[in-house]
Nanobody
Framework: QVQLVESGGGLVQAGGSLRLSCVAS?????MAWFRQGPGKEREFVGA????????DYADSVKGRFTLSRDNAKNTMYLQMNSLKPEDTAVYYC??????????????WGQGTQVTVSS
């Protein structure tokens, strides 16, 4: 059983930046971020392996968002730059076997709200 706690969400103007954090209760191999906007399906944002040498990003965030992790702290970060109103969503941290499907992840955090105003 792995507990995940996200933090760092908030309200920001378009073009601004935020950094999300996800702290895991145990060592994990592959961690990911998903998001769910109002009236939308949960969608993949990005994923990172234990070593951090392999990352995968959704096309919608590539070049603007950056994943990193501090394994000594069991923490994953999502640096979000050049934010757009369409990035508004609840962002969820997840741990699982990998891939871009929510069904491939077994453990989820409670989510953190990101709101981008225009």
């Amino acid at each position: 059983q792995v507990q995940l706690v996200e933090s760092g969400g908030g309200l920001v103007q378009a073009g601004g930046s935020l950094r999300l954090s996800c702290v895991a209760s145990a060592r994990t191999f592959r961690m990911a971020w998903f998001r769910q906007g109002p009236g939308k399906e949960r969608e993949f944002v990005g994923a990172i392996t234990w070593s951090g040498d392999s990352t995968d990003y959704a096309d919608s965030v590539k070049g603007r968002f950056t994943l990193s992790r501090d394994n000594a702290k069991n923490t994953m970060y999502l640096q979000m730059n050049s934010l757009k109103p369409e990035d508004t969503a609840v962002y969820y941290c997840a741990v699982g076997s990998g891939g871009r499907l929510a069904s491939q992840y077994n453990y989820w955090g409670q989510g953190t709200q990101v709101t981008v105003s225009s």
